[in-house]
């Protein structure tokens, strides 16, 4: 779980700043269902 926390991480500060709130959110569902999956 702490691997993938921090690989979620290194997504979030490896995307650019400029992403749109709409994929910005669709990379967080997926990143759940990573997570919890």
Do not use: D, N, Q, W
Request: proline content about 5%; glycine content about 6%; cysteine-free.
């Amino acid at each position: 779980l702490k691997r993938r926390r921090s690989l979620a991480k290194e997504i979030t500060l490896a995307s650019p700043v400029t992403v749109s709130p709409t994929k910005l959110s669709t990379v967080y569902k997926s990143l759940g269902k990573l997570i919890t999956g």
